[in-house]
């Protein structure tokens, strides 16, 4: 299935996420109460909702946007990938990521192409733009849509194979399948620190971006497909 998709059609993306908040103590009281029982089972009793806030970016109702990189393929004979970066305050970059996709990705033979996409990134999109009064384009509003019609690819589902339980990271992905690996600064876990104690956003494009082409990486050796060089490689 994957073999006969065509690569220009797909529109390969990732997004970096953080607290609502630089800390709990920023937080209403009303959301602090909110956030503590939202999270009762992943903390349990090892620690306090304040202690946990660092991880808050995980869930839409509690984080925020701050980068949307996406990647395409513009030249399947030269294999040419370009990436571009979408950055600033929340709802503008999602107003811009929703244009490109209704002025570029719009067709039915278009797909969305991300690593635990249909698990995190995809719906965390469509539920910011509810949240931040952003239209949801029709590549991410999935109702009525049959499972067939769901214009998704989600590489990690592609990896599972059918097994449901299985949960592989990219950065385990990339490694056994020799593509360099997208995590030689940062990784997700410290995104939250280079946003707001660095503030150092384009530090996470960067990174960002790196996640995008290692995902095309993975479809490219999906297809049995060498993959691209850094010469193939454009950023916008």
Same mark, same amino acid.
């Given at each position: 299935? %994957?073999?006969?998709?065509?690569l220009e059609n797909?529109?390969?993306? $990732?997004? +970096?996420?953080?607290? #609502? #908040?630089?800390?709990?103590?920023?937080?209403?009281?009303?959301? #602090?109460? /909110?956030?503590?029982?939202?999270?009762?089972? =992943?903390?349990? @009793?090892?620690?306090?909702?304040?202690?946990?806030?660092?991880?808050?970016?995980? !869930?839409?109702?509690?984080?925020?946007?701050? &980068? %949307?990189?996406?990647?395409?393929?513009?030249?399947?004979?030269?294999? =040419?990938?370009?990436?571009?970066?979408?950055?600033? +305050?929340?709802?503008?970059?999602? @107003?811009?990521?929703?244009?490109?996709?209704? +002025?570029?990705?719009?067709?039915?033979?278009?797909? /969305? &192409?991300?690593?635990?996409?249909? @698990?995190?990134?995809?719906?965390?999109?469509?539920?910011? *733009?509810? %949240?931040?009064?952003?239209?949801?384009? @029709?590549?991410?509003?999935?109702?009525g849509k049959k499972? !067939?019609?769901?214009?998704? %690819?989600?590489? *990690? +589902?592609? !990896?599972?194979?059918? $097994?449901?339980?299985?949960?592989?990271?990219?950065?385990?992905?990339?490694?056994?399948?020799?593509?360099?690996?997208?995590?030689?600064?940062? $990784?997700?876990?410290?995104?939250?620190?280079?946003?707001?104690?660095?503030?150092?956003? #384009?530090?996470?494009?960067?990174? &960002?971006?790196?996640?995008?082409?290692?995902?095309? =990486?993975?479809?490219?050796?999906?297809?049995?497909?060498?993959?691209?060089? $850094?010469? =193939?490689?454009?950023?916008?």
């Amino acid at each position: 299935m %994957i073999a006969k998709l065509s690569l220009e059609n797909i529109l390969f993306l $990732d997004i +970096e996420t953080v607290p #609502q #908040q630089e800390s709990f103590d920023l937080l209403d009281p009303i959301d #602090q109460h /909110l956030y503590a029982d939202k999270t009762k089972y =992943q903390r349990k @009793e090892e620690f306090s909702p304040a202690e946990f806030y660092d991880r808050a970016g995980i !869930w839409a109702e509690f984080g925020k946007i701050v &980068c %949307i990189s996406v990647g395409y393929f513009v030249n399947r004979d030269k294999k =040419q990938f370009r990436t571009r970066s979408f950055v600033g +305050e929340e709802k503008e970059l999602l @107003e811009e990521f929703s244009s490109l996709l209704k +002025e570029h990705f719009s067709s039915r033979n278009n797909l /969305l &192409c991300a690593h635990n996409g249909k @698990e995190f990134d995809f719906p965390y999109i469509a539920r910011r *733009m509810i %949240i931040t009064g952003v239209e949801i384009p @029709e590549k991410l509003n999935l109702f009525g849509k049959k499972p !067939w019609e769901v214009p998704h %690819i989600d590489t *990690m +589902e592609l !990896w599972k194979f059918g $097994d449901y339980k299985h949960y592989t990271s990219l950065k385990l992905l990339t490694r056994i399948l020799g593509i360099p690996s997208p995590k030689d600064d940062i $990784d997700g876990s410290q995104v939250r620190d280079v946003f707001y104690l660095e503030n150092d956003v #384009q530090r996470i494009a960067n990174y &960002c971006e790196k996640d995008v082409v290692a995902v095309a =990486q993975i479809v490219l050796k999906l297809r049995k497909e060498s993959i691209l060089t $850094d010469e =193939q490689i454009i950023s916008k």
